[in-house]
Protein backbone atom coordinates (compact mmCIF):
# COMPACT_ATOMS: atom_id res chain seq x y z
CA UNK A 1 0.00 0.00 0.00
CA UNK A 2 1.58 3.35 -0.75
CA UNK A 3 0.20 5.46 2.24
CA UNK A 4 0.40 9.65 1.49
CA UNK A 5 0.26 12.43 4.30
CA UNK A 6 -1.89 15.48 4.00
CA UNK A 7 -1.19 18.20 6.71
CA UNK A 8 -4.16 20.63 5.40
CA UNK A 9 -7.18 19.94 4.39
CA UNK A 10 -7.16 21.96 1.60
CA UNK A 11 -5.18 19.62 0.06
CA UNK A 12 -7.10 16.73 0.71
CA UNK A 13 -8.33 14.92 -2.61
CA UNK A 14 -11.86 15.50 -1.32
CA UNK A 15 -13.16 13.17 -3.68
CA UNK A 16 -10.77 9.90 -2.85
CA UNK A 17 -11.62 10.90 0.86
CA UNK A 18 -14.73 10.72 0.62
CA UNK A 19 -15.17 7.81 -1.17
CA UNK A 20 -13.93 6.04 1.83
CA UNK A 21 -16.41 7.68 4.53
CA UNK A 22 -19.49 6.64 2.46
CA UNK A 23 -20.31 3.81 5.11
CA UNK A 24 -19.07 5.34 8.30
CA UNK A 25 -20.22 8.75 10.22
CA UNK A 26 -20.79 12.22 9.57
CA UNK A 27 -17.55 13.05 11.54
CA UNK A 28 -15.13 11.36 9.55
CA UNK A 29 -16.15 13.26 6.46
CA UNK A 30 -13.98 16.00 4.49
CA UNK A 31 -17.04 18.45 6.04
CA UNK A 32 -15.81 17.89 9.54
CA UNK A 33 -12.05 17.52 8.74
CA UNK A 34 -12.53 21.49 8.18
CA UNK A 35 -14.03 21.79 11.06
CA UNK A 36 -11.73 20.09 13.12
CA UNK A 37 -8.74 22.19 11.48
CA UNK A 38 -10.39 25.52 12.25
CA UNK A 39 -11.10 24.30 16.01
CA UNK A 40 -7.63 23.08 16.80
CA UNK A 41 -6.33 24.80 19.69
CA UNK A 42 -2.48 26.38 19.17
CA UNK A 43 0.52 24.32 18.98
CA UNK A 44 -2.00 21.27 17.82
CA UNK A 45 -1.17 19.77 14.34
CA UNK A 46 -3.58 17.96 12.34
CA UNK A 47 -2.74 15.63 9.20
CA UNK A 48 -4.85 12.98 7.32
CA UNK A 49 -3.22 9.61 6.15
CA UNK A 50 -4.75 7.49 2.56
CA UNK A 51 -3.83 3.87 1.80
CA UNK A 52 -3.78 3.51 -2.25
CA UNK A 53 -3.49 0.16 -3.49
CA UNK A 54 -1.09 -0.89 -6.74
CA UNK A 55 -4.03 0.58 -9.07
CA UNK A 56 -3.48 3.73 -7.35
CA UNK A 57 -7.11 3.21 -5.65
CA UNK A 58 -7.62 4.68 -2.48
CA UNK A 59 -8.70 1.83 0.11
CA UNK A 60 -8.90 3.30 3.92
CA UNK A 61 -7.92 6.47 5.68
CA UNK A 62 -7.37 7.62 9.12
CA UNK A 63 -7.30 10.78 10.55
CA UNK A 64 -4.05 11.90 13.23
CA UNK A 65 -3.98 15.03 15.88
CA UNK A 66 -1.04 15.93 18.06
CA UNK A 67 -1.55 18.09 21.68
CA UNK A 68 0.49 19.36 24.30
CA UNK A 69 -2.39 18.99 26.53
CA UNK A 70 -5.62 17.13 26.17
CA UNK A 71 -8.12 18.97 24.24
CA UNK A 72 -11.06 18.13 26.17
CA UNK A 73 -11.70 16.07 29.75
CA UNK A 74 -13.14 13.16 28.27
CA UNK A 75 -9.96 13.23 25.91
CA UNK A 76 -7.50 12.44 28.47
CA UNK A 77 -5.29 9.28 28.11
CA UNK A 78 -3.60 8.83 31.65
CA UNK A 79 -7.08 8.81 32.81
CA UNK A 80 -8.16 5.72 31.45
CA UNK A 81 -4.94 4.08 32.39
CA UNK A 82 -5.20 4.35 35.76
CA UNK A 83 -4.77 1.59 37.69
CA UNK A 84 -3.59 -0.69 34.59
CA UNK A 85 -0.10 0.51 34.16
CA UNK A 86 2.57 1.23 36.57
CA UNK A 87 2.81 4.29 38.63
CA UNK A 88 6.37 4.99 37.10
CA UNK A 89 5.13 4.74 33.50
CA UNK A 90 1.54 6.88 33.87
CA UNK A 91 3.16 9.82 35.29
CA UNK A 92 5.67 9.71 32.67
CA UNK A 93 3.14 9.24 29.80
CA UNK A 94 0.83 12.11 31.79
CA UNK A 95 3.66 15.09 31.24
CA UNK A 96 4.14 14.16 27.54
CA UNK A 97 2.12 15.46 24.39
CA UNK A 98 -0.45 12.82 23.00
CA UNK A 99 -1.61 12.08 19.54
CA UNK A 100 -5.08 10.77 19.01
CA UNK A 101 -6.27 9.00 15.67
CA UNK A 102 -9.70 8.73 14.18
CA UNK A 103 -10.91 12.06 15.65
CA UNK A 104 -10.81 14.12 18.94
CA UNK A 105 -14.41 15.26 18.75
CA UNK A 106 -17.74 14.76 18.51
CA UNK A 107 -17.02 11.22 20.82
CA UNK A 108 -17.10 9.03 17.75
CA UNK A 109 -14.01 7.77 15.81
CA UNK A 110 -13.99 5.87 12.87
CA UNK A 111 -10.86 4.07 10.64
CA UNK A 112 -12.97 4.58 6.89
CA UNK A 113 -12.38 2.55 4.48
CA UNK A 114 -14.07 2.03 0.65
CA UNK A 115 -17.05 0.14 1.33
CA UNK A 116 -16.44 -2.70 -1.35
CA UNK A 117 -12.51 -3.52 0.45
CA UNK A 118 -11.85 -6.89 1.14
CA UNK A 119 -10.87 -7.98 4.90
CA UNK A 120 -7.39 -8.20 3.14
CA UNK A 121 -6.77 -5.23 1.70
CA UNK A 122 -8.66 -3.11 4.69
CA UNK A 123 -5.57 -5.11 6.76
CA UNK A 124 -2.78 -4.37 4.30
CA UNK A 125 -4.02 -0.73 4.42
CA UNK A 126 -4.44 -0.13 7.79
CA UNK A 127 -1.23 -2.01 8.71
CA UNK A 128 0.77 0.85 6.65
CA UNK A 129 -2.05 3.74 7.92
CA UNK A 130 -0.79 2.28 11.79
CA UNK A 131 3.05 3.25 10.99
CA UNK A 132 2.51 6.12 9.87
CA UNK A 133 0.24 6.94 12.58
CA UNK A 134 2.97 6.32 14.90
CA UNK A 135 5.88 8.20 13.16
CA UNK A 136 3.64 11.17 13.42
CA UNK A 137 3.03 10.61 16.92
CA UNK A 138 6.97 10.05 17.70
CA UNK A 139 7.33 13.71 15.89
CA UNK A 140 5.38 15.36 18.47
CA UNK A 141 7.21 13.85 21.13
CA UNK A 142 4.17 11.31 22.35
CA UNK A 143 4.32 9.33 25.00
CA UNK A 144 0.82 7.59 23.77
CA UNK A 145 -1.81 7.17 20.87
CA UNK A 146 -4.89 6.77 21.26
CA UNK A 147 -7.87 6.13 19.34
CA UNK A 148 -11.57 7.02 21.11
CA UNK A 149 -15.30 5.86 20.66
CA UNK A 150 -14.07 3.76 18.20
CA UNK A 151 -17.21 0.61 17.07
CA UNK A 152 -16.11 -2.82 18.01
CA UNK A 153 -14.45 -3.77 14.67
CA UNK A 154 -12.69 -0.96 14.07
CA UNK A 155 -11.04 -1.14 17.60
CA UNK A 156 -9.93 -4.89 16.89
CA UNK A 157 -8.58 -4.06 13.58
CA UNK A 158 -6.51 -1.35 14.41
CA UNK A 159 -5.25 -3.40 17.75
CA UNK A 160 -4.36 -5.93 15.44
CA UNK A 161 -2.44 -3.55 13.16
CA UNK A 162 -0.42 -2.22 16.30
CA UNK A 163 0.23 -5.62 17.51
CA UNK A 164 -2.26 -7.21 20.39
CA UNK A 165 0.67 -7.17 22.52
CA UNK A 166 1.49 -4.65 23.85
CA UNK A 167 -2.09 -2.50 22.71
CA UNK A 168 -4.50 -1.64 25.19
CA UNK A 169 -8.32 -2.29 25.01
CA UNK A 170 -11.04 -0.70 26.63
CA UNK A 171 -14.57 -0.48 26.29
CA UNK A 172 -15.25 3.18 26.98
CA UNK A 173 -18.65 4.04 26.56
CA UNK A 174 -22.10 3.77 24.83
CA UNK A 175 -24.08 5.28 21.57
CA UNK A 176 -27.09 5.24 21.31
CA UNK A 177 -29.49 4.54 18.03
CA UNK A 178 -33.05 4.75 17.23
CA UNK A 179 -33.78 2.65 14.64
CA UNK A 180 -35.95 4.41 12.97
CA UNK A 181 -36.40 2.02 9.72
CA UNK A 182 -38.34 0.05 11.54
CA UNK A 183 -41.30 1.54 11.67
CA UNK A 184 -43.11 3.49 8.93
CA UNK A 185 -45.60 5.68 11.29
CA UNK A 186 -46.21 5.90 14.99
CA UNK A 187 -48.88 3.35 15.21
CA UNK A 188 -46.08 0.84 14.51
CA UNK A 189 -43.47 2.45 16.91
CA UNK A 190 -45.79 2.39 19.45
CA UNK A 191 -46.84 -1.05 19.31
CA UNK A 192 -42.99 -2.06 18.85
CA UNK A 193 -42.62 -0.71 22.86
CA UNK A 194 -43.33 -2.83 25.67
CA UNK A 195 -47.10 -2.35 26.61
CA UNK A 196 -46.28 -0.11 29.91
CA UNK A 197 -44.40 2.21 28.09
CA UNK A 198 -47.01 3.19 25.14
CA UNK A 199 -49.39 5.50 27.58
CA UNK A 200 -46.72 7.42 28.19
CA UNK A 201 -44.97 7.74 24.89
CA UNK A 202 -48.94 8.88 23.49
CA UNK A 203 -49.19 11.21 26.22
CA UNK A 204 -46.07 12.71 25.38
CA UNK A 205 -47.17 13.23 21.54
CA UNK A 206 -50.72 14.35 22.26
CA UNK A 207 -49.92 17.20 24.53
CA UNK A 208 -47.24 18.40 22.57
CA UNK A 209 -49.94 18.89 19.69
CA UNK A 210 -52.49 20.23 21.92
CA UNK A 211 -49.58 23.25 22.75
CA UNK A 212 -50.04 24.52 19.57
CA UNK A 213 -46.21 23.97 18.48
CA UNK A 214 -44.84 23.34 15.58
CA UNK A 215 -42.19 21.84 14.03
CA UNK A 216 -40.28 22.49 10.57
CA UNK A 217 -37.44 21.70 9.28
CA UNK A 218 -34.38 23.85 7.63
CA UNK A 219 -31.15 23.80 6.43
CA UNK A 220 -28.41 25.39 9.63
CA UNK A 221 -27.25 27.93 7.50
CA UNK A 222 -30.29 29.51 7.79
CA UNK A 223 -31.03 29.60 11.44
CA UNK A 224 -27.50 29.85 13.07
CA UNK A 225 -28.83 33.40 14.54
CA UNK A 226 -31.56 32.28 15.76
CA UNK A 227 -30.58 28.56 17.65
CA UNK A 228 -27.15 29.95 19.11
CA UNK A 229 -29.51 31.34 22.40
CA UNK A 230 -31.24 27.96 22.46
CA UNK A 231 -28.25 26.16 22.42
CA UNK A 232 -26.28 28.59 24.95
CA UNK A 233 -28.74 28.16 27.27
CA UNK A 234 -28.35 24.12 27.31
CA UNK A 235 -25.22 24.41 27.71
CA UNK A 236 -25.08 26.77 30.44
CA UNK A 237 -27.93 24.49 32.39
CA UNK A 238 -25.60 21.76 32.22
CA UNK A 239 -22.75 24.08 33.94
CA UNK A 240 -20.52 25.01 30.59
CA UNK A 241 -19.20 28.85 30.39
CA UNK A 242 -21.03 28.62 26.70
CA UNK A 243 -22.18 32.26 25.38
CA UNK A 244 -24.74 32.98 22.78
CA UNK A 245 -21.55 34.26 20.53
CA UNK A 246 -19.13 30.96 21.33
CA UNK A 247 -22.64 28.73 20.05
CA UNK A 248 -22.84 31.29 17.01
CA UNK A 249 -19.29 30.47 16.24
CA UNK A 250 -19.39 26.96 16.39
CA UNK A 251 -23.10 26.60 14.28
CA UNK A 252 -21.38 29.08 11.93
CA UNK A 253 -18.35 27.10 11.02
CA UNK A 254 -20.37 23.87 11.11
CA UNK A 255 -23.31 25.54 8.33
CA UNK A 256 -20.26 26.95 6.20
CA UNK A 257 -18.75 23.44 5.72
CA UNK A 258 -21.85 21.07 6.34
CA UNK A 259 -24.06 22.99 5.99
CA UNK A 260 -25.59 21.03 2.28
CA UNK A 261 -26.04 17.91 4.47
CA UNK A 262 -27.42 19.78 7.50
CA UNK A 263 -31.10 19.19 9.04
CA UNK A 264 -32.27 20.98 11.55
CA UNK A 265 -35.81 20.70 13.43
CA UNK A 266 -36.72 24.24 14.52
CA UNK A 267 -39.38 24.14 17.09
CA UNK A 268 -41.82 27.29 17.55
CA UNK A 269 -44.44 28.60 19.40
CA UNK A 270 -46.46 30.91 18.16
CA UNK A 271 -43.51 31.70 16.04
CA UNK A 272 -41.17 32.13 18.54
CA UNK A 273 -38.44 29.42 18.71
CA UNK A 274 -39.30 26.76 21.61
CA UNK A 275 -35.82 24.55 20.51
CA UNK A 276 -33.85 22.56 18.18
CA UNK A 277 -32.58 19.70 16.80
CA UNK A 278 -29.72 19.68 14.24
CA UNK A 279 -28.55 16.96 12.53
CA UNK A 280 -26.46 15.70 9.98
CA UNK A 281 -27.39 13.22 6.96
CA UNK A 282 -24.52 10.57 5.91
CA UNK A 283 -26.31 7.98 3.39
CA UNK A 284 -29.17 6.18 5.14
CA UNK A 285 -28.20 7.31 8.76
CA UNK A 286 -28.69 10.67 10.71
CA UNK A 287 -26.76 11.59 12.89
CA UNK A 288 -28.58 14.04 16.01
CA UNK A 289 -25.62 16.45 16.60
CA UNK A 290 -26.89 18.92 19.25
CA UNK A 291 -30.03 20.46 20.90
CA UNK A 292 -31.07 23.71 22.24
CA UNK A 293 -34.55 24.64 24.20
CA UNK A 294 -35.92 28.27 25.02
CA UNK A 295 -36.68 27.08 29.44
CA UNK A 296 -38.69 30.40 29.88
CA UNK A 297 -41.53 27.86 28.07
CA UNK A 298 -43.24 24.99 29.43
CA UNK A 299 -41.56 21.52 28.43
CA UNK A 300 -43.44 19.82 26.59
CA UNK A 301 -41.60 16.62 25.80
CA UNK A 302 -40.09 19.00 23.50
CA UNK A 303 -36.84 17.03 23.15
CA UNK A 304 -38.26 13.84 22.42
CA UNK A 305 -41.03 15.16 20.05
CA UNK A 306 -38.04 16.55 18.09
CA UNK A 307 -35.84 13.36 18.25
CA UNK A 308 -38.18 10.81 17.92
CA UNK A 309 -41.81 11.33 17.82
CA UNK A 310 -41.70 13.86 14.89
CA UNK A 311 -39.19 11.88 12.66
CA UNK A 312 -41.18 8.52 13.17
CA UNK A 313 -44.36 9.99 12.53
CA UNK A 314 -43.40 11.73 9.13
CA UNK A 315 -41.94 8.63 8.20
CA UNK A 316 -38.23 9.10 8.47
CA UNK A 317 -37.59 5.43 8.49
CA UNK A 318 -38.92 4.88 4.66
CA UNK A 319 -35.48 6.33 3.78
CA UNK A 320 -32.96 6.38 7.59
CA UNK A 321 -32.07 3.10 8.80
CA UNK A 322 -31.07 4.90 12.10
CA UNK A 323 -30.73 8.20 14.24
CA UNK A 324 -27.02 8.33 16.16
CA UNK A 325 -28.55 9.99 19.41
CA UNK A 326 -24.10 10.36 21.11
CA UNK A 327 -23.21 9.77 24.58
CA UNK A 328 -25.81 9.85 27.63
CA UNK A 329 -29.58 10.54 29.15
CA UNK A 330 -28.91 7.07 28.60
CA UNK A 331 -32.20 5.73 30.35
CA UNK A 332 -34.38 8.23 28.56
CA UNK A 333 -33.65 7.62 25.15
CA UNK A 334 -33.47 3.59 26.36
CA UNK A 335 -36.89 3.71 27.21
CA UNK A 336 -38.30 5.45 24.29
CA UNK A 337 -36.81 2.84 22.28
CA UNK A 338 -32.79 3.75 21.57
CA UNK A 339 -30.67 0.71 21.12
CA UNK A 340 -27.24 0.90 22.58
CA UNK A 341 -24.04 0.16 21.04
CA UNK A 342 -20.91 0.21 22.29
CA UNK A 343 -17.68 1.88 21.66
CA UNK A 344 -13.82 1.18 22.59
CA UNK A 345 -10.83 3.20 23.00
CA UNK A 346 -7.27 1.55 21.50
CA UNK A 347 -4.09 2.81 23.41
CA UNK A 348 -1.01 1.97 21.76
CA UNK A 349 2.66 2.99 23.76
CA UNK A 350 4.51 5.56 21.43
CA UNK A 351 8.20 6.17 23.16
CA UNK A 352 8.06 3.32 25.02
CA UNK A 353 5.22 -0.17 25.64
CA UNK A 354 2.48 0.41 27.98
CA UNK A 355 3.44 -2.35 29.81
CA UNK A 356 -0.22 -2.85 30.79
CA UNK A 357 -2.06 -5.16 32.93
CA UNK A 358 -3.67 -7.95 31.03
CA UNK A 359 -5.86 -9.09 33.99
CA UNK A 360 -6.79 -5.61 35.56
CA UNK A 361 -7.46 -4.70 31.38
CA UNK A 362 -10.14 -7.57 31.79
CA UNK A 363 -11.70 -6.63 35.23
CA UNK A 364 -12.14 -3.13 34.35
CA UNK A 365 -13.56 -4.17 30.92
CA UNK A 366 -16.17 -6.51 32.71
CA UNK A 367 -16.96 -4.54 35.56
CA UNK A 368 -18.02 -0.84 33.56
CA UNK A 369 -19.70 -3.14 31.12
CA UNK A 370 -21.63 -5.17 33.74
CA UNK A 371 -22.18 -1.97 35.65
CA UNK A 372 -23.64 -0.20 32.51
CA UNK A 373 -26.30 -3.04 32.31
CA UNK A 374 -26.85 -3.78 35.62
CA UNK A 375 -28.28 0.26 35.76
CA UNK A 376 -29.67 0.64 32.14
CA UNK A 377 -30.67 -2.96 30.81
CA UNK A 378 -34.12 -2.67 32.24
CA UNK A 379 -35.00 -0.13 29.81
CA UNK A 380 -33.36 -1.73 26.33
CA UNK A 381 -36.39 -2.92 24.64
CA UNK A 382 -35.74 -6.54 24.01
CA UNK A 383 -32.97 -6.75 26.63
CA UNK A 384 -29.70 -6.56 27.14
CA UNK A 385 -26.57 -9.12 27.64
CA UNK A 386 -22.94 -7.18 28.06
CA UNK A 387 -21.15 -10.22 27.86
CA UNK A 388 -21.24 -9.52 24.36
CA UNK A 389 -19.80 -6.25 24.74
CA UNK A 390 -16.29 -8.37 25.97
CA UNK A 391 -13.49 -8.46 23.97
Request: negative net charge.
Amino acid sequence: MDVRPYDAVSDLPVQDWDSLTLGSTIYSTAGFQAVRQEELPDGARGRRFIAYDAAGVATSGLEAYTFAAPPHGLYTPADLLQGLISQERHTHLASRPLAIGAGWSEFRGQFVHRPEATPEQRAAALEGLAAEMLGFAKEAEASVLAYYYLPREDALDIARAHGCDDTVVLYHDVETLLPIGQWRDLDEYYAWLPAGRRPRARREVRNFKASGRTIREVPLPEVVDTIAPLNSALMRKHGHAYGVEKAREVYGRQGRHLGDVSTLLLNEDEGRPVGFALRYRQRDMLWARVAGFDYSFPNMADYFNLVFYHPIAQGVGLSTRAIHLGLGTFQAKLARGAQPNPLYTVLVGVDQPLMADADAVRGRNRTEAEAFGAEYGQYVVGGLNTEDWLL
